[in-house]
Every structure is written in C-alpha cells, then in structure tokens.
C-alpha cells in the first residue's frame, strides 16, 4: 500500500485545477506498478468527516476500506452511516502525466480551500488543507503533542 511522507504546498488556479505533488505521484505509481493498469496516475478524494479537509487514498486503501466495511452488517445503522460517510462523496481523481488534476468544487467547498493549499501526509493516507487552517491545525497538534508527551506503541527499546 501506498507510504506518503512530507507536506506540500501548492496553489489551486482559477478553473480548479492544481499540481499533485511529485513525491506523493511516486508513492501510488509504485504501489499500481504496471503503467497500463486503470489506476496508474489515479487516487481517491473525499470530505473527511472529522476536519475541514479532503483525505486522500490510493485505489489499495479505499478497497481495503471497502473490505473491512463488508464485515458489518449490511443495513445496519453503522454500516449506513459509514458507508455514506466514507463513499458518498468520493471522488476518482486522475492526473496527468505533469501531475495536474481538477480538484471537485464540491471538495473545495466542503474543505474551505481558497488559493493556497497544502497537501499533508498521513503514512497511508494524505490529506488537503487550506494553507492558513492547515497551519493552525499543525501548530495546535504539535504542542498537544507536546503537552501529550505522545510515544507510538510497540516494542519497547532497551535503556
């Protein structure tokens, strides 16, 4: 599955369209391979449902979501909920072989992205902020990390 690293900054033109970053193009292009497979050059945008933002998942990710969403049941409450939440406004976006792509209006709406923007990786998954939220956002996570004295869970190292 695709790995993102890094932020991005990049500015939105007046037709919607924007460059996706090289780095985050390198990582999905590997993850598909075979440059005539129907999802070389493509990846997934959708609202998320917790942030003003856009998340972004390779075709791997959104089909492992789609996966793990089949164990629920399937007219339950939850599994309506989800799916909605994580599929109803999703969108297959494609670029081209410079790396543009038309950003929705809807995502742009729904995500209040103005003219600059950011887009922020998430290991598996990235996001797209508005430049000046994003900044914020990235100085109030840092000091509650701080403040968390947040660790990653595992294998604990020899003192």
Known sequence: MALFFNSHRAKLDKKGRVSFPAEFRAALEEDIGDPTHKDYRAFYLRPHHLYDCCEGLSPKKLHSLAERLNQLDDYSEEAERLRETLFGDTARIVYDAEGRFSMPQNLIADAKIGES???????????????????????????????????????????
């Open 117 to 159: 923007l950011v887009f922020t990786a998430r290991g598996d998954t990235f996001h797209v902020w508005d430049e000046q939220a994003f900044e914020q956002r990235r100085a109030g996570q840092r000091q509650q990390g701080r403040t968390d004295r947040l660790t990653v869970p595992g294998e604990r190292r020899a003192p």
